[in-house]
């Protein structure tokens, strides 16, 4: 098989800092039919040597810590230009800047996790967020090619969103369709209100409500993943002696969540494994015909946040 050198991105350092090999070799060990090797630094870059066949390499562009691939012969290193064949622009993904924000590069292993995993059969595959926030997956998965739903619990996200969506489709000429409307009866809460985002073949809908009725906010058609990053323990009260803890909602929502999930299909839940742990995590989804997949991606996100990743399969 032909010899490769990925670049590992300045990105990914960034959002896995002291783990970001380890985690690179836990996302790589995933993609079928690649011989590992060894990290190497030249000119102050950092490498990842593999071997795989020419058909593997788009798969392995698109992993997230890769920023270029190098093939490497007796010649030297030379760059190879295959696209990642990703849809839309990237500034769909990281031109939106503002506090909370999930990092879209966590964003994107959570999806490259579940990919990996997913045994639905399906070939049009469709993602859900229960947590969507501002929509950073749902555009990861239409530039995957997928089409997206997202719960969101702030109804002032739908502004945002549509604003950020005319500011990209303006500047980069996309083609595009936004409408709006209710899944249920209007109200003022804005429980049920939804934007849709329609491109490339693909539609992004963002529903307004909360995310432990997520299986009535998003309609009877099964997903084939479920990506969503929960947030730090900052929003959630409700823990063990009012400790700040997200797992009673996730313990109210996992019903509904799997509920959400076709057969084969595959939950990636990027968490705090301080608070809740992942005992607790686990055991919030038991008897729910959920399977643990075990991928290790843990990696220090701050002094109070060790972000780790959950990884579940329905039975087929």
């Given at each position: 098989?032909?010899?490769?050198?990925?670049?590992?991105?300045?990105?990914?350092?960034?959002?896995?800092?002291?783990?970001?090999?380890?985690?690179?070799?836990?996302?790589?060990?995933?993609?079928?039919?690649?011989?590992?090797?060894?990290?190497?630094?030249?000119?102050?870059?950092?490498?990842?040597?593999?071997?795989c066949?020419d058909?593997?390499?788009?798969?392995?562009?698109?992993?997230?810590?890769?920023q270029?691939?190098f093939?490497?012969?007796?010649?030297?290193?030379?760059?190879?230009?295959?696209?990642?064949?990703?849809?839309?622009?990237?500034?769909?993904?990281?031109?939106?800047?503002?506090?909370?924000?999930?990092?879209?590069?966590?964003?994107?292993l959570?999806?490259?996790?579940?990919?990996?995993?997913?045994?639905?059969?399906?070939?049009?595959l469709?993602?859900?967020?229960?947590?969507?926030?501002?929509?950073?997956?749902?555009f990861?998965?239409?530039?995957?090619?997928?089409?997206?739903t997202?719960?969101?619990?702030?109804?002032?996200?739908?502004?945002?969103?549509?604003?950020?969506?005319?500011?990209?489709?303006?500047?980069?000429?996309?083609?595009?369709?936004?409408?709006?409307?209710?899944?249920?009866?209007?109200?003022?809460?804005?429980?049920?209100?939804?934007?849709?985002?329609?491109?490339?073949?693909?539609?992004?809908?963002?529903v307004?409500?909360?995310?432990?009725?997520?299986?009535?906010?998003?309609?009877?058609?099964?997903?084939?993943l479920?990506?969503?990053?929960?947030?730090?323990?900052?929003?959630?009260?409700?823990?063990?002696?009012?400790?700040?803890?997200?797992?009673?909602?996730?313990?109210?929502?996992?019903?509904?969540?799997a509920?959400?999930?076709?057969?084969?299909?595959v939950?990636?839940?990027?968490?705090?494994?301080?608070?809740?742990?992942?005992?607790?995590?686990?055991?919030?989804?038991?008897?729910?015909?959920?399977?643990?997949?075990?991928?290790?991606?843990?990696?220090?996100?701050?002094?109070?946040?060790?972000?780790?990743?959950?990884?579940?399969?329905?039975?087929?």
């Amino acid at each position: 098989m032909p010899d490769y050198a990925l670049l590992i991105s300045p990105a990914a350092r960034g959002a896995y800092f002291g783990e970001t090999q380890s985690v690179a070799l836990a996302e790589i060990a995933g993609v079928g039919g690649v011989e590992i090797g060894a990290f190497e630094m030249h000119g102050g870059m950092d490498f990842l040597r593999i071997a795989c066949a020419d058909d593997l390499t788009r798969e392995v562009m698109r992993l997230s810590f890769v920023q270029g691939l190098f093939l490497v012969d007796q010649q030297g290193w030379h760059p190879v230009e295959g696209a990642k064949g990703f849809g839309l622009h990237e500034d769909f993904v990281s031109g939106e800047k503002y506090r909370g924000k999930t990092n879209e590069t966590l964003t994107q292993l959570l999806v490259n996790l579940a990919l990996q995993e997913v045994e639905t059969g399906h070939t049009d595959l469709r993602l859900l967020d229960p947590m969507c926030g501002r929509g950073t997956s749902l555009f990861w998965a239409m530039r995957y090619g997928m089409s997206a739903t997202g719960v969101e619990q702030d109804l002032s996200a739908l502004n945002e969103i549509r604003r950020g969506l005319k500011k990209w489709t303006k500047l980069h000429r996309q083609k595009h369709k936004l409408a709006e409307g209710w899944v249920q009866k209007a109200n003022k809460k804005g429980t049920g209100k939804f934007l849709d985002f329609k491109s490339e073949g693909q539609t992004a809908r963002v529903v307004i409500g909360d995310t432990v009725d997520a299986r009535a906010l998003v309609g009877r058609a099964p997903f084939d993943l479920l990506v969503t990053d929960i947030p730090y323990g900052v929003q959630h009260m409700g823990g063990p002696d009012g400790a700040r803890s997200p797992l009673a909602v996730i313990q109210k929502a996992a019903q509904g969540w799997a509920d959400c999930l076709a057969p084969g299909g595959v939950m990636a839940i990027a968490y705090n494994c301080n608070i809740p742990k992942r005992a607790d995590m686990i055991a919030a989804f038991e008897g729910l015909n959920l399977e643990v997949v075990e991928r290790n991606v843990a990696h220090r996100m701050s002094e109070s946040i060790l972000r780790d990743v959950l990884v579940l399969r329905k039975a087929a």
